[in-house]
């Protein structure tokens, strides 16, 4: 009975909150699919707000509910990682650290459902600390997206440096072939230099709105990139098209030893399901057809 209750109530909660609307096509595919193409990467955050559109009423009910305070200095670090990961525009600090206790709040409620349909002190238990699960799960929600944004900057480095030191090779100063690659490229490398384009606008110093972006994505390839850069701008602009063209191909270079590196270490993890499944059955075919014709020899 219990079973059947979790898995029901599994379902409707699926159904709260996936977005049903983006899950059935329109009548004219072709249609449907050239949407799709044109506006996936101009609408990736709408895409995503779009899975939490029904529980926003709620998230800002516990916002009220347990007073949060989203200027609290404990509160700091999510305020950075939202902005790291690029999820301003989705979520405030409030309602972020409001949905960690919604959900720790909707876990502990449903094990005190469990606990009234059969007295238990199993269920209170595993209530409490699958609510503290629950607290904590939208943090590593948040950690993974911002791995995955650092990995595919890593990944889009080499490139769109390269492309900067074409743009520029063609008269552009720095800033305008940073603007041009930027409008012409997407990706989470060109959504950051629209961000430091924003910052120097706005009055920021060039240099400090470069550091700004090394402090702010912490990945070594660009860090390195910021620091050459910063030294070529206080020498002089000169130099920046063939400082581009260095570190890009010093990032090719990083890249490739960084994918021998992953190759060597797949050979060693495929080296144990190596010895521990296909030896034993590379021994099986080899030393049954000995047995038996050791038996063969012994019984005739």
Do not use: C
Request: cysteine-free; proline content about 4%; hydrophobic content about 50%.
């Amino acid at each position: 009975m219990i079973l059947i209750i979790t898995i029901l109530s599994f379902l409707m909660s699926l159904l709260f909150l996936l977005p049903l609307s983006e899950l059935f096509p329109e009548k004219y595919l072709h249609k449907t699919v050239t949407t799709i193409i044109s506006q996936q990467n101009k609408n990736q955050n709408k895409a995503a707000s779009s899975i939490f559109k029904n529980i926003y009423p709620l998230i800002n009910w516990s916002v009220v509910l347990f007073r949060i305070d989203g200027y609290a200095p404990r509160w700091n670090v999510i305020r950075e990682k939202l902005r790291v990961a690029n999820l301003e525009q989705i979520f405030t600090v409030e309602q972020f650290i409001g949905l960690k206790y919604l959900a720790s709040s909707f876990i502990f409620i449903y094990f005190l459902f469990l606990n009234l349909i059969e007295h238990s002190f199993f269920f209170i238990l595993l209530g409490v600390i699958m609510a503290l699960i629950g607290f904590f799960l939208p943090d590593q929600w948040l950690n993974i997206k911002i791995r995955k944004k650092r990995y595919e900057i890593q990944k889009e480095i080499p490139s769109i440096l390269i492309s900067l030191a074409v743009t520029a090779d063609s008269g552009l100063s720095l800033l305008q072939a940073i603007e041009e690659v930027s409008n012409r490229k997407s990706g989470a490398l060109p959504e950051e230099f629209r961000k430091t384009l924003q910052e120097i606008s706005v009055g920021i110093p060039q240099k400090e709105a470069f550091e700004n972006m090394a402090d702010r994505v912490l990945v070594d390839e660009l860090t390195l990139f910021v620091s050459v850069l910063i030294q070529s701008l206080e020498k002089g602009a000169g130099g920046v098209t063939q400082v581009l063209r260095e570190q890009a191909n010093e990032a090719w270079n990083r890249r490739k030893s960084k994918a021998k590196e992953l190759g060597e270490k797949a050979s060693i993890k495929l080296f144990l399901p190596l010895i521990g499944l296909a030896l034993p059955a590379l021994m099986i075919f080899l030393i049954t057809p000995a047995i038996f014709s050791l038996l063969k020899f012994f019984v005739y």
